[in-house]
């Protein structure tokens, strides 16, 4: 793990930029567990102070220091980002797996459903049912329904990857060296539908945070738990940019673009480094 | 005057990943000639630098593969052509397909599966020489397919109507379209069935016989270059071994890597046992020290593990590169 | 002769498939009628020789039971394989017929060391309870293949030759101890300088463990050099089976003729005759459909008969030919 590390760091300038931002990203949510504010009180300090030594991000409208808040809400956004793609990962996998490995009707109703969510406008339900849930919408929840909807395309890319990985000799060499469904999916295809997943993570991560920035500028989700889109959402409220307010929006709009990009970078990168084809021409093939 | 010339020819292929940075030396000082009006045949296994050589001799080097030293000079009749040096407009203009051109492995890679075949030959002449005028480009489309014994109406097909075998076909009426000196033929025939394998050959055989150009044959397949090739180069891990007339290779060859290739050739109505050879094709990223060949070889003599065996000329048309031959004709 | 007496018995085995649409396609009869047998007792090694389109590879895959016959049955050990269903019976079944593969390179995943398939086949059919345990087993079955466990140990696919792979694969099929090897085209691959010593592997493995080998290819030399009988097979058909050295040394049927005539011999002073022009097909799909005999089009001796009907099968010289030449009623 540590030589994985050290290889990248060393031969990969994405990488090393990866390290860079995200490192930031990490010690400011190492900061929130220290933070001298509670994201939950307002009118704390001196509300519209521009950046200074005391409060590197200003102040806000609402009296709170923009720069603690924003490691809580860095935190929480990222919190349902990789929630939101764990399940959207897991359930991808899975029928994309299946559907490929087994063909015939599984295959047929495992791929009806998954074009149904495809076609299904996502946005829209997404306020419909932030409406009907109102009040109990919280990281957790929004972090589910949103991994709900963020399987499908892949799972069909996954699909169409076994399919192929179905026809290689080495699939009938496992099932001859009498290895059953699930030996030969984890076994064999595996470690090639992984590079495909890393790929669709990012994809889905970023979507995820977009799709909660979103929802949450809309005022659409708990406006009081601290993430980039209800700091957006709050600035607007006050009309930040009217009033001169400017680092209120510059703030999470930075944030965010470090987090994206860092998160851009480390899967690119490391997409590539577990590429087969890359492996194949690190270990010497 | 000979066609072709390469002295000294060394090449490699340099990769960097993460680090680990990998030179695999796939030829290494490799010189022969080769004459007008003659089929030579090349023969050896994977990893023996064959693909390379050919890739190098058609101008085809591009990186992770480098050039390190030698030269490769053309004598085209009218003019002479350094390939390591030629620039790519001289290259498409004079070279390419009007005095070199291939047939290779799997007609696939070089018929366009959406086009009619007389569309690939279009290109092909509109690249090369322009298309004044439909009616006599079509005309000596067809004449030139039918002289090599092909029915006009492969022309106006798609390449998956056709069998491997006429694809095959196709493919060396494409080489043949300008009529080059020089013919590179790397593993035509591998993948056909034996009956098909025999009719492509037969048709090389006669085009070259009609021209009187060059055919470089390049197989693994020994049995091939029996029946088709003037002489044979048997090359191992880089380096040729042992050069002759055909009939030389299978009768007297000298070099133990040859002698062992060809007896353990089976043959229908022989029975009796053949061993294998032992150990393993060399890595070329780290070949064997001295001469390649002697982790394998049965004769092996203790010169061979520190010094790499000179050419020896055994006569005037039979070379080869091992310690076990003194001084010509032993 | 009892049934139990046969290792395996086809009869009469057909295997359509249907390409193109449900309105216009063509069905193609990839096995037509292929009948034969191994004896129980008798170890030997069976080559199944033809060109591509022969079929060949539909049989090897209906042999593995890969695929249900359409028509016909196959028995090994008295039993029927289309009665063989579930896991266990399945798992019962391949512990006693094995495949070795084509492609050295794609047999095993890229990904994976080579030993664990070793591994892994030898705790599935309950040869070791363990990883550790399996070690031991690996390493009988490597030697008896002519390898040492050092040479295959940590290694990746890309890492041994085309010869060193098809070894661990022979390697690898014998760990369950199998009764037969379906080897399909297993030499087609290995470079020239180790194709010898897997092909003589077989015969080892026919000699000292009486393990039975359906070998399958196109080279009909490797084919003379180890089987002791052979089937060959054009177009669906098994047009010519027998002893291998009465089929291969006296061919009776054209297609053989021209077959063992085409196979380019070591021999340089005999380049002239090979080089004799033959007529090749423009397409192949159109064989497919014509009624007689599949090789009449382009056979030296074909007679009127020969298109209308498929010819019988005749004894003839000790050894089995489906052609009218040697049929007493067209004579």
């Known amino acids: 793990m540590i030589t994985v590390f050290r290889d990248l760091l060393r031969h990969d300038s994405r990488f090393r930029f990866a390290t860079a931002f995200l490192s930031a990203v990490f010690v400011m949510i190492l900061l929130s567990f220290i933070s001298p504010y509670d994201p939950g009180k307002t009118f704390k300090v001196t509300t519209d102070m521009p950046p200074s030594f005391a409060h590197p991000f200003g102040t806000s409208s609402r009296g709170q220091d923009i720069f603690w808040w924003m490691t809580y809400a860095v935190r929480n956004s990222l919190f349902l980002g990789i929630m939101t793609a764990v399940i959207s990962r897991v359930i991808a996998i899975f029928v994309g797996m299946t559907a490929g490995y087994s063909g015939g009707f599984i295959d047929r109703a495992l791929m009806s459903v998954n074009d149904s969510f495809v076609v299904m406008p996502i946005l829209p339900v997404l306020i419909l049912l932030s409406f009907l849930i109102k009040g109990k919408m919280n990281l957790m929840t929004l972090s589910l329904i949103l991994g709900l909807f963020g399987w499908p395309w892949d799972a069909r890319l996954i699909r169409a990857q076994v399919l192929s990985l179905k026809e290689r000799a080495f699939t009938r060499t496992a099932i001859y060296a009498g290895s059953g469904p699930f030996s030969v999916t984890m076994h064999e295809h595996l470690p090639f539908v992984l590079p495909v997943v890393f790929a669709t993570t990012i994809n889905n991560l970023l979507w995820s945070i977009g799709m909660e920035v979103t929802l949450s500028v809309l005022g659409l989700s708990d406006v009081t738990i601290p993430t980039i889109g209800t700091t957006i959402y709050w600035a607007n409220q006050h009309q930040a940019l009217v009033a001169g307010v400017w680092w209120w929006l510059a703030a999470p709009i930075v944030v965010a673009i470090v987090l994206f990009l860092g998160l851009y970078l480390l899967f690119s990168s490391i997409n590539e480094y577990i590429d087969p084809r890359t492996r194949l021409r690190r270990i010497g093939g | ?330 | 002769m009892s049934e139990t007496a046969k290792l395996l018995d086809v009869r009469q085995v057909s295997r359509f498939f249907h390409i193109g649409g449900l309105l216009n396609g063509t069905r193609i009869i990839a096995a037509n009628g292929i009948s034969f047998f191994l004896d129980a007792d008798k170890p030997e090694i069976f080559t199944l020789a033809g060109e591509s389109g022969s079929g060949k590879t539909t049989l090897s895959r209906l042999l593995l039971h890969d695929l249900d016959p359409s028509l016909g049955s196959v028995h090994f050990e008295g039993q029927d394989l289309a009665s063989i269903k579930g896991r266990r019976a399945g798992m019962e079944f391949m512990k006693k017929v094995q495949p070795v593969f084509q492609n050295p390179f794609d047999t095993f995943s890229p990904l994976r060391r080579v030993e664990d398939y070793l591994y892994d086949t030898a705790i599935n059919f309950g040869r070791a309870r363990s990883r550790k345990d399996a070690v031991p087993v690996a390493e009988e079955a490597l030697h008896l293949v002519g390898l040492s466990i050092e040479e295959v140990t940590k290694r990746y696919p890309h890492e041994l030759s085309g010869g060193q792979i098809q070894r661990v694969s022979v390697a690898r099929a014998l760990i369950p101890k199998p009764k037969l090897i379906i080897a399909d085209e297993p030499v087609s691959m290995v470079d020239a300088s180790l194709r010898m010593a897997i092909v003589n592997l077989f015969k080892k493995l026919r000699d000292e463990q009486g393990v039975s080998v359906i070998y399958i290819t196109h080279d009909l030399a490797t084919a003379y050099y180890i089987s002791n009988r052979i089937a060959v097979m054009l177009r669906g058909y098994v047009v010519e089976a027998g002893p291998v050295e009465a089929v291969l040394d006296r061919p009776l049927h054209p297609y053989t003729k021209l077959l063992k005539e085409s196979v380019p011999k070591p021999a340089p002073e005999d380049r002239l005759s090979w080089a004799k022009r033959i007529g090749l097909s423009t397409t192949e799909v159109k064989d497919y459909g014509k009624v007689g005999c599949k090789f009449a089009a382009r056979c030296p001796q074909a007679m009127d008969v020969c298109l209308t009907a498929d010819p019988p099968d005749v004894a003839a010289d000790g050894r089995q030919v489906k052609c009218y030449l040697y049929s007493t009623k067209a004579n």
């Open chain 2, 1 to 330: 005057m000979p066609l072709l010339s390469v002295e000294n020819l060394r090449a490699c292929y340099k990769t960097e990943v993460y680090g680990i940075s990998r030179q695999v030396r796939a030829v290494d000082d490799i010189s022969f000639q080769l004459e007008p009006n003659e089929i030579y045949g090349v023969a050896g296994e994977s990893s023996c630098g064959k693909t390379t050589l050919i890739k190098i001799i058609s101008g085809n080097t591009k990186p992770p593969l480098c050039v390190e030293g030698g030269e490769v000079r053309y004598e085209f009749g009218e003019h002479s052509v350094d390939m390591l040096k030629i620039g790519e407009k001289e290259m498409r203009e004079l070279v390419r397909w009007k005095e070199i051109s291939y047939v290779m492995q799997g007609s696939m890679s070089v018929l366009n599966p959406v086009r009619k075949i007389i569309r690939t030959f279009e290109d092909i002449i509109q690249t090369h020489e322009g298309i004044p005028n439909r009616r006599v480009f079509s005309d000596r489309i067809t004449a030139h397919v039918n002289k090599l014994g092909l029915p006009a109406d492969v022309l106006w097909a798609y390449p998956h109507q056709l069998s491997g075998g006429m694809r095959q076909r196709v493919a060396i009426a494409l080489a043949t379209v300008f009529n080059p000196k020089l013919i590179i033929a790397d593993e035509p025939t591998t993948a056909l069935d034996v009956v098909v394998q025999r009719g492509v050959l037969q048709l090389l055989k006669e085009i070259q016989a009609e021209s009187r150009n060059t055919v470089l044959f390049v197989t693994h397949d020994l049995t091939v270059h029996a029946n088709v090739a003037d002489r044979v180069a048997i090359m191992y891990a880089g380096r040729i071994v042992e050069e002759a007339p055909t009939e030389t290779i299978f009768h007297s060859s000298r070099h133990p890597y040859t002698r062992h290739l060809i007896q353990s050739l089976p043959v229908i109505g022989d029975k009796t046992c053949k061993p294998g050879l032992g150990g393993t094709p060399p890595n070329l990223a780290n070949p064997p020290s001295g001469c390649r060949f002697h982790p394998r070889c049965p004769e092996v003599l203790e010169i061979c593990r520190t010094v790499a065996p000179p050419m020896t000329a055994l006569n005037e048309k039979h070379r080869a590169a091992c310690h076990l031959i003194k001084e010509s004709g032993k």
